[in-house]
């Protein structure tokens, strides 16, 4: 399976920024997918979670209200997609898409420890 991000880059504090994650090699029918982001001297951190089907989308504090996760998913290909608004300096980061195949009630998704797959990561930088 292969995770293949897009769309980092630098933007003024109030701008936006979409990212993409493109997965392929598997068929998901189950899965939660997931952003985390990694600022420097800091832990990896959940930004949203999201479940296939019906199931709710569990989005940080930090970036409620502004970021919204998106999915595409055909026969064998999964894209997702994160779009931010308002973005802040704070939201500097390594982001990262992760997939897991299966579903993930919200006391698990939030932990990096139970996502199977990872894309490699796409720098944003918020910055006047």
């Known amino acids: 399976v292969q995770l293949v991000e897009s769309g980092g880059g630098l933007v003024q504090p109030g701008g936006s920024l979409r990212l993409s994650c493109a997965a392929s090699?598997?068929?998901?029918?189950?899965?939660?997918v997931g952003w985390f982001r990694q600022a420097p001297g800091k832990e990896r951190e959940i930004v949203v979670g999201?479940?296939?089907?019906?199931?709710?989308?569990?989005?940080s504090e930090s970036v409620k209200g502004r970021f919204t996760i998106s999915r595409d998913k055909t026969t064998n290909d999964l894209q997702m997609y994160l779009q931010m608004n308002s973005l802040k300096p704070e939201d500097t980061a390594v982001y990262y898409c992760?997939?897991?195949?299966?579903?993930?009630?919200?006391?698990?998704?939030?932990?990096?420890?139970?996502?199977?797959?990872w894309g490699q990561g796409t720098q944003v930088t918020v910055s006047s």
């Open positions: 992760a997939v897991a195949s299966k579903y993930l009630i919200t006391s698990v998704l939030t932990s990096e420890n139970a996502y199977d797959y």
């Open positions: 090699g598997r068929t998901f029918s189950s899965y939660t």
């Open positions: 999201a479940r296939s089907g019906s199931g709710s989308t569990y989005y």
